[in-house]
């Protein structure tokens, strides 16, 4: 089975480096996921985010509690950055953040390679939902990030 793509680009009225700043302090990410995933970060902070930097979480998808652990595999100041799962709830998970300078702010893309477990059970459950909920929690990020750098 292919994996699944989900890419998104967002304009922030910011530099670059004070929008990668935002984005490298972890615990910025539990203010940017929707309430309905109850998302909290199981990783004791301060955390200090590189290659190789290890986080842990814990989401409810639906009722059912899931743990997450991802990695970064690239750490590319201010540029990007790259986050893997380790383990959770996705067959694959490749997360690829990139931050370019555009006019007066950041162009701000992300790009998430995702393949699910349980193949045909799988493919039904993302036509079903988790396509629909991974689009959810995407526009609710860009709307929260654009209430952080307001004028986007």
């Known amino acids: 089975m292919d994996p ?26 539990e203010a940017i996921t929707p309430p309905w995933l ?21 989401i409810s998808w639906h009722g059912v509690p899931l743990r997450w652990l991802t990695e970064i595999a690239a750490w590319d100041p201010p540029h990007g950055f790259t ?24 162009r701000m893309r992300d790009v998430v390679t995702y393949r699910l477990p349980f193949g045909p059970v799988g493919r039904v459950a993302h036509r079903w939902r988790v396509r629909r ?13 654009a209430d952080v750098f307001p004028g986007s």
Not at 6 to 20: D, K
Not at 133 to 145: C, H, S, T
Request: no cysteine; proline share 7%.
């Open 83 to 106: 986050d893997v799962q380790v383990r959770g709830p996705y067959r694959l998970w490749h997360h690829v953040h990139t931050f370019e300078p555009a006019g007066a702010g950041t």
């Open 4 to 29: 699944h793509v989900l890419a998104r680009e967002q304009w922030l009225p910011a530099p670059v480096e004070t929008v990668f700043a935002f984005f490298a302090e972890a615990r910025n990410l």
């Open 133 to 145: 909920d991974l689009e959810a929690i995407f526009d609710y990020r860009a709307r929260a990030v």
């Open 38 to 58: 109850n998302f909290r970060i199981r990783t004791p902070g301060p955390i200090d985010l590189r290659a190789g930097s290890r986080i842990a979480y814990r």
